[in-house]
């Protein structure tokens, strides 16, 4: 496969050379054998052999309610026409999500769950010499395309007692070559919040040419304000959204990423490819239910208070969280933890190299973190 002489003449420009261009042909044209991560192979790796089917999953950041009942009904009902592409149920999904977050209709671009823009935005704008700089720790998937791109990944330290995004250290450690700045709001594995007031800093001061990544997968956890104001408002700034978490679907896959139109074609040269007509349905009925986030906010928030003020009781205070996922300090090698609470059939999250005591554990239904619970006190005991 030979690349368009546009994104050749792109690549040029970034600094990638004409050696790499036959690895990015074969990127594109791999599809689904990327070698990329989404959060269900990062949570694989982490442990290997059969897991039993009676097991307590609470290592992906799923959510256990599945589907809403609008979006099921959407979804059967358009299974009989599946033998059609349907793009309409794609440009209706870019539509009412652009309604209801106040940008243009082509300032949305529908894709098969975030994970898919997440990696072309990384490709798009980091290169050799333009680097990621991401919050530490932080969701890995963003590193894993830089690597295969051959650029650099910048790790800055979350703020000390918030464990925020510490953007100032990051515009100072990117330098002025930084090409993608990613913050995660809340962020993945932490669940803590990067004020609106930093991103804005952020969005002012980072140098000219690079841009800022907002993943939002989990903002529906959280009444913190949202970016896609700041898209409105032309900034250098992607957001991305997806339906695997609060909305449910992370099996159906439909995710957006929000920005103005000129940045969204420097993603679409790595194509968009064509969508699942049930998971595009699935979205847009799930974002026309009235009571779905609210409900399901709350819902996720009386677990998570519980199972964090129960660990707390017990000397394990957790990092605050306003997510659907927390970390938590297990005093010995997070692995050898998540280890021994699989043998109890609990399989919980994966640990960051940075925090090697930690674990992070998903909010699952108020049954499974009774497990959850049993399990720990066993093997702490
Ligand atoms: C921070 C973050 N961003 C993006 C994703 C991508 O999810 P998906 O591809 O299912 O939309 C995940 C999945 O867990 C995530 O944790």
Same mark, same amino acid.
């Given at each position: ?6 994104? &050749?003449h ?6 990638f050379?004409?050696?790499s261009?036959?690895r990015?042909a074969t990127?594109?044209s791999?599809?689904?054998?990327l070698?990329?991560y989404?959060?269900?192979?990062l949570?694989q790796?982490s442990y ?10 609470i290592?992906?950041n799923?959510?256990p309610? @599945?589907?809403c009942r ?6 059967s009902?358009i299974l009989p026409?599946?033998g059609?592409y #349907?793009?309409?149920?794609?440009f209706?999904?870019?539509?009412t999500l652009?309604?209801? &977050? ?5 300032h949305?671009?529908a ?15 980091s ?9 530490d720790?932080?969701?890995?998937? @963003?590193e894993?395309a830089a690597?295969?791109? /051959? ?9 000390k #007692?918030?464990y925020?995004?510490d953007?100032?250290?990051?515009v $100072?450690? /990117?330098g002025p070559?930084?090409?993608?700045f990613?913050? =995660?709001?809340p962020?993945n594995?932490t669940g803590?919040l990067t004020?609106h ?5 952020l969005?002012a001061n $980072?140098?000219? #040419?690079?841009?800022?990544l907002l ?8 009444t913190?304000?949202?970016a896609a104001g ?5 900034k250098d700034l992607?957001?991305?959204?997806t339906?695997?978490?609060i909305?449910?679907m992370?099996?159906?896959?439909a /995710?957006v ?6 940045l969204l ?5 790595y194509g968009?490819?064509f ?7 699935g979205?847009?009925?799930?974002l026309?239910?009235k ?6 906010r709350?819902i996720?928030?009386d677990?998570? &208070?519980?199972?964090?003020?129960w ?7 957790p990092?605050p969280?306003?997510?659907? =996922?927390f ?6 090698p997070g692995?050898?933890f998540?280890?021994?609470?699989a043998?109890?059939?609990?399989y919980v /999250?994966?640990?960051?190299?940075v925090?090697p005591?930690?674990?992070r554990?998903?909010?699952g239904?108020?049954? &499974?973190?009774?497990r ?10």
């Amino acid at each position: 496969m030979s690349l368009p002489t546009a994104l &050749e003449h792109d690549l040029m420009k970034r600094g990638f050379t004409r050696r790499s261009f036959g690895r990015i042909a074969t990127l594109l044209s791999a599809g689904a054998t990327l070698p990329f991560y989404n959060e269900t192979a990062l949570a694989q790796i982490s442990y290997s052999g059969e897991v039993p089917s009676d097991a307590v999953m609470i290592n992906a950041n799923e959510n256990p309610l @599945g589907p809403c009942r609008e979006a099921l009904e959407a979804m059967s009902n358009i299974l009989p026409r599946g033998g059609r592409y #349907g793009f309409g149920e794609t440009f209706r999904l870019a539509e009412t999500l652009a309604a209801q &977050e106040g940008v243009p209709s082509n300032h949305v671009q529908a894709f098969a769950g975030s994970s898919d823009p997440l990696h072309r935005v990384v490709l798009a704008f980091s290169s050799p010499s333009r680097a990621l700089v991401v919050g530490d720790p932080g969701y890995e998937a @963003g590193e894993r395309a830089a690597n295969f791109a /051959g650029a650099r990944t910048i790790k800055v330290p979350l703020t000390k #007692g918030s464990y925020a995004h510490d953007v100032k250290a990051m515009v $100072k450690e /990117g330098g002025p070559a930084a090409g993608v700045f990613y913050i =995660c709001n809340p962020n993945n594995p932490t669940g803590t919040l990067t004020p609106h007031a930093d991103i804005e800093w952020l969005l002012a001061n $980072k140098p000219e #040419g690079s841009i800022v990544l907002l993943d939002e997968a989990y903002i529906h956890f959280t009444t913190a304000p949202r970016a896609a104001g700041l898209v409105a408002k032309g900034k250098d700034l992607v957001v991305l959204r997806t339906f695997s978490k609060i909305y449910g679907m992370a099996g159906l896959r439909a /995710g957006v990423a929000i920005a103005r139109p000129d940045l969204l074609d420097r993603i679409r040269p790595y194509g968009t490819g064509f969508l699942p007509v049930t998971g595009m349905v699935g979205a847009t009925a799930s974002l026309q239910s009235k009571t779905l986030v609210d409900e399901r906010r709350r819902i996720v928030k009386d677990t998570r &208070e519980e199972v964090m003020s129960w660990l707390t009781k017990r000397g394990h205070a957790p990092v605050p969280s306003e997510s659907n =996922c927390f970390m938590v300090d297990v005093r010995r090698p997070g692995p050898s933890f998540a280890q021994a609470m699989a043998r109890e059939k609990v399989y919980v /999250g994966r640990t960051w190299p940075v925090w090697p005591n930690h674990v992070r554990v998903t909010i699952g239904t108020p049954a &499974e973190m009774a497990r959850f619970k049993q399990a720990f006190e066993k093997v702490m005991a």
